[in-house]
């Protein structure tokens, strides 16, 4: 072996390291860099005052801080409220998505009945649709049957996602076939397998798709713009609108990044709370189809 060859086949060399660096952390470091740049400078902006908001040279830090931007906000736009209907929305529409795709799942999976496959290929058919194509269908819908400014209003049509039910189905292939088989020789029906096996197994999967139905009902801006035009039925996303117009001077830059980053909080939180089931639970089903 050549000198050449002995010294590229060592971890620490030159080359090693360089094509490291330039293939694994500088990609990864640009990528932190778009996310957390944007983040950090709405954080700071909402604590600055409006002559550090406007001016045109750069103030990375407020001087002097301006937490009066956070009362401000809340005082313009009601939200307490506002998180009072993001917070029904959110639970009661992330919690039925959750349980719809469990039940989907586990029967595409795990019960024998005609015509799965059909099933199965319509379940992927929605996530194909574009949610904005349904949007006019959907309110002449929910508008006849009296759904306008009301919460079942809201939530019912993002129901039928297929997103969870085919996440879950991938994780349900990779469950250990023998210990469910040998659950149902000892007389465990479809119920009991369920909640006692399936569920605790593919818990990961499960908190993922929760993760992500939990951040698209809170952050869903179009239908709740379409459908509620009462201000007291309005979620957070729809609510900064509110504060945009009511607050839509240069000066008020502050107030607006202030509330957004009430409307982000929340999510940043249950992100941070759920976060270590995020790689596991999406890589779990990714051996077999």
């Not at 879950?168 to 469910?180: C, E, G, H, I």
């Not at 009991?192 to 593919?202: D, I």
């Amino acid at each position: 072996m050549s000198a050449v060859s002995t010294a590229e086949a060592r971890p620490l060399s030159r080359r090693n390291l360089v094509a490291t660096l330039v293939t694994g952390y500088v990609p990864i470091v640009l990528a932190i860099l778009v996310v957390i740049l944007p983040l950090g400078y709405m954080i700071l902006s909402s604590f600055k005052t409006p002559s550090d908001v406007i001016t045109q040279k750069l103030v990375v830090l407020p001087d002097p801080w301006h937490p009066q931007n956070y009362r401000d906000a809340a005082q313009v736009v009601p939200f307490a409220r506002l998180f009072l209907n993001s917070a029904i929305v959110t639970v009661v529409g992330a919690g039925i998505k959750v349980l719809l795709a469990i039940l989907t799942a586990y029967a595409l999976v795990f019960v024998r009945f005609p015509g799965k496959r059909y099933v199965f290929w319509a379940v992927l058919a929605t996530l194909m649709v574009p949610p904005q194509v349904s949007v006019v269908p959907n309110f002449t819908f929910i508008s006849g049957l009296g759904g306008q400014d009301t919460y079942w209003g809201i939530i019912l049509p993002g129901l039928g996602s297929g997103f969870g039910t085919f996440l879950l189905r991938q994780s349900f292939l990779q469950l250990p076939a023998d210990v469910l088989e040998a659950a149902e020789t000892d007389g465990a029906g479809h119920w009991r397998r369920l909640w006692r096996m399936v569920v605790p197994m593919a818990a990961p999967s499960i908190a993922t798709v929760a993760l992500v139905n939990i951040v698209f009902e809170w952050n869903d801006y179009l239908w709740p713009l379409v459908i509620v035009s009462n201000p007291s039925m309005m979620t957070l996303p729809v609510g900064l609108t509110l504060l945009q117009n009511s607050e839509s001077s240069a000066a008020s830059y502050g107030i607006v990044m202030a509330g957004t980053v009430m409307v982000l909080l929340p999510v940043l939180l249950v992100f941070a709370a759920l976060q270590r089931y995020i790689v596991t639970g999406l890589t779990q089903g990714a051996v077999k189809g």
